[in-house]
């Protein structure tokens, strides 16, 4: 997760620029990187999603870790190392804080700055921050 966090700092700074100057234009390096960011987030867009349809996506990535950690763990430890803990799926509290921490830390902050630099359609936003709400209702 720590490098979706480097890349999402990486790209509100580049946010800042835009809002600064709305005529701003960014550096070849920087279109590079906005084009990977957006290819980036489309691979994590799950949690932009109607509710059902979130959730549902969310439970099978999670099933697809789960099933990675179990291959992982029949592996010699000693030569590969232990299975990463995050990919051991743990019940359905526990799936929906991760999803609701992943949905607050790094989709919400990376679809907002691509969403002030794009000018796309709301629903996005508002679908991820409904999202969060829905999967920490009724939790600890």
């Keep these: 997760m ?3 966090g480097t890349l999402v700092e990486k790209l509100k700074t580049i946010g800042e620029k835009f809002k600064e100057n709305e005529t701003y234009t960014p550096t070849q390096e920087e279109r590079t990187f906005l084009a990977a960011m957006i290819v980036h987030a489309c691979d994590l867009n799950g949690l ?3 509710y059902d349809h979130s959730f549902k996506w969310g439970m099978r990535i999670a099933q697809e870790f ?3 950690y179990c291959a992982e763990e029949k592996l010699d430890q000693e030569k590969y190392g232990q299975p990463l803990a995050f990919l051991k799926y743990t019940g359905a509290e526990a799936f929906k804080k991760n999803q609701a921490g992943f949905c607050k830390n790094i989709i919400l ?4 700055v691509l969403y002030d630099i794009l000018k796309f359609d709301r629903v996005v936003i508002d679908n991820i921050e409904k999202n969060q709400e829905l999967l920490l209702e009724g939790l600890d």
Excluded: A, G, V
């Design 66 to 68: 789960h099933d990675q």
């Design 2 to 4: 720590s490098k979706h």
């Design 109 to 112: 902050p990376m679809w907002q």
């Design 48 to 50: 932009i999603l109607d």
